[in-house]
T-cell receptor, first 115, second 113 residues
Framework: KQEVTQIPAALSVPEGENLVLNCSFT??????LQWFRQDPGKGLTSLLL?????REQTSGRLNASLDKSSGRSTLYIAASQPGDSATYLC??????????????FGKGTHLIIQP | DVKVTQSSRYLVKRTGEKVFLECVQD?????MFWYRQDPGLGLRLIYF???????EKGDIPEGYSVSREKKERFSLILESASTNQTSMYLC????????????FGPGTRLLVL
């Protein structure tokens, strides 16, 4: 079973800075990696999904990269805004041959953007 | 847009009560999942289902059961609620295959007294 680790656990930066969130996983045989955002007390919103054959995926100010061989992914946020304040989670799917066996999550990075 | 809805945002129950958490998705997805989220432990998979009437145990199934009578609806059942089941419960759905995006509901925050 995968182990997923996110560093740092918390991050506070001034508005306007570019920042990088890190995610690592133990088994490189993944189908994809998904990044989520969670606002306090709310559900998860999918931000980006990178398939195993891709190296990068972009959506607006967000760019996610994937290096399967080293078991790492990064989420780059450009020109951060106070509205980006949230917890960011990465996850990889487990698969035993049936359908999808659920996601294994990291514990998240709690991000605060100071106005 | 995919929509996953959960029947309650907040629930307060007594120890020993039978509790039903309902989840409905509107995208005809085959796969549905129940997770719980706890501070310091993150999200953990309780049960999942590939199809109607099918269920599979996740990482922490003890004390829970599930029901999937219709494709769009997946229910999580706490047979006899205990205080250690106080948590945030999140439902998700996805199309067939582990390569598909999982879509999450808003969550149900359950307090067991």
């Amino acid at each position: 079973k995968q182990e997923v680790t996110q560093i740092p656990a918390a991050l506070s930066v001034p508005e306007g800075e570019n920042l990088v969130l890190n995610c690592s996983f133990t088994d490189s045989a993944i189908y994809n990696l998904q990044w989520f955002r969670q606002d306090p007390g709310k559900g998860l919103t999918s931000l980006l999904l990178i398939q195993s054959s891709q190296r990068e995926q972009t959506s607006g100010r967000l760019n996610a990269s994937l290096d399967k061989s080293s078991g790492r992914s990064t989420l780059y946020i450009a020109a951060s805004q106070p509205g980006d304040s949230a917890t960011y989670l990465c996850a990889v799917p487990e698969y035993s041959g049936g359908g999808a066996d659920g996601l294994t999550f990291g514990k998240g990075t709690h991000l605060i953007i100071q106005p | 847009d995919v929509k996953v809805t959960q029947s309650s945002r907040y629930l307060v129950k007594r120890t020993g009560e039978k509790v039903f958490l309902e989840c409905v998705q509107d995208m005809d997805h085959e796969n549905m999942f129940w997770y719980r989220q706890d501070p310091g432990l993150g999200l953990r998979l309780i049960y999942f289902s590939y199809d109607v009437k099918m269920k599979e145990k996740g990482d922490i199934p003890e004390g829970y059961s599930v029901s999937r009578e219709k494709k769009e609806r997946f229910s999580l059942i706490l047979e006899s609620a205990s205080t250690n089941q106080t948590s945030m419960y999140l439902c998700a759905s996805s199309d067939r295959g582990p390569w598909e995006t999982q879509y999450f509901g808003p969550g149900t925050r359950l307090l067991v007294l």
